[in-house]
């Protein structure tokens, strides 16, 4: 198989391929050990990415719903109003609003991250993997990003004191996204 190196098409829309797209995320557990989780459901698009400084144009949901930690009570814990309170905020939405760097092979994508109706500024370094052509026809673009956040500055504060000092929930997340968007030939 080869990979074409074709710069995307940006004057027509992708589309989040939920089915080879996620979210992984870790958070320190009791102080001494990381707990690992993923995000089974993301959808969204791409527009316009304008390497000359322009906006881009890059909407994602993410149903916390489908959170999963390998670990059922935990993640019944984590959709409860302690944590995500899916009942109440069923999504969590990101919308870009500045692109930097090289989009053929890395850059920072900064914008606004939406958790339980808590916006806050967040950037990612992302890393470009190519765009080819699938045995269908489509246009197929994948990507890498990397970054963190203050759990409790978007209001997910719950936590327990240790008997031995510390807590049982650290507040730094960090988190892994792997996209890949789908482009129909035109």
Known sequence: MTQATMAP????????????SGIDFSVRHLMISTVRG?????AGRVGSIDANGGAPR??????PSTITTSNDQRDKHLRSADF??????????F??????????????????LTIRDV????SFEVEAHG?????????RAGYSARGKLSRSA?????????????VTVGDEVKFTIDVALTQPMA
């Open 84 to 93: 995500f309170d899916v009942e109440r905020y069923p999504t969590m939405t």
């Open 9 to 20: 098409d940006t004057t027509t829309g992708w589309q989040i391929d939920p089915a080879h």
């Open 38 to 42: 993923r995000f089974g459901s993301i």
């Open 95 to 112: 919308t870009a609003s500045e692109v930097e760097g090289d989009l053929d092979q890395t850059f920072t994508l900064t914008g606004d």
């Open 131 to 139: 765009v080819t052509v699938d045995p269908w026809g489509n246009r």
């Open 119 to 122: 916006t806050k500024p967040i």
């Open 58 to 63: 890059v909407e994602v949901t993410i149903d």
């Open 154 to 166: 978007y209001g997910l504060t719950w936590n327990q004191m240790l008997e031995a000092g510390g």
